[in-house]
C-alpha cells in the first residue's frame, strides 16, 4: 500500500513540477522551526486560496449581476473580469498545491479532490464566458 501511495505522490509532484528533491518530508532532519515555518507557508496559501475564493463569489453573484447592471456596467466587460478572476482563483488554487506538496503537508491529499473539483468548476466557467463573449 505504501509503495502505491509513494508512486501516486511521485505522480502528483511531477504534475505540480515539484522536484522530488524539494518535496521535504516533515519526518525530516530539518529544526522543528524549518518545519513549522514550511507548514505555515503552506497553509498560508491556502488561506488565500479560500480568501479569494469568498471575495470571487462576492463578486460574480452579487456586485456583477445586480450592481454593475445599476450603474450601467454589463455585457462583455462583465465576462472580461469574470474571465480575469477565474484565471487568479485557478492560479491561487495550483499554488497552494504545490505548495502543500513542496512540503509534505500533513493534509495534502484530504486537499487534492476538493481543489481537483474547484478546477473543474472554474475552468466550466471559463468556457462558459468565453462562449458569452463568442456569441455576443
Known amino acids: 500500500m505504501q509503495n502505491v501511495q509513494n508512486r501516486l505522490d511521485t505522480l502528483i509532484s511531477r504534475v505540480l513540477f515539484v522536484s522530488p528533491d524539494s518535496a521535504t518530508p516533515l519526518q525530516d532532519t530539518r529544526p522543528a522551526a524549518d518545519i513549522e515555518r514550511d507548514t505555515r507557508r ?9 480568501v479569494f475564493s469568498g471575495i470571487r463569489c462576492i ?28 484565471f ?8 497552494s498545491l504545490r505548495r502543500f506538496w513542496q512540503v509534505d503537508y500533513k493534509y495534502k491529499w484530504q486537499y487534492l479532490p476538493v481543489a481537483v473539483i474547484a478546477l473543474v ?16
Do not use: C, H, K, R
Open 42 to 50: 503552506a497553509e498560508g496559501a491556502f488561506s488565500f486560496a479560500l
Open 59 to 86: 463578486l460574480m453573484y452579487v456586485v456583477m449581476p445586480f450592481i454593475l447592471p445599476i450603474i450601467g456596467i454589463a455585457g462583455t466587460g462583465a465576462a472580461y473580469l469574470d474571465l480575469a478572476i477565474n
Open 121 to 136: 468548476i472554474l475552468s466550466a466557467f471559463i468556457l462558459l464566458d468565453v462562449q458569452t463573449l463568442l456569441s455576443g
Open 88 to 95: 487568479i482563483a485557478i492560479a491561487a488554487v495550483i499554488y
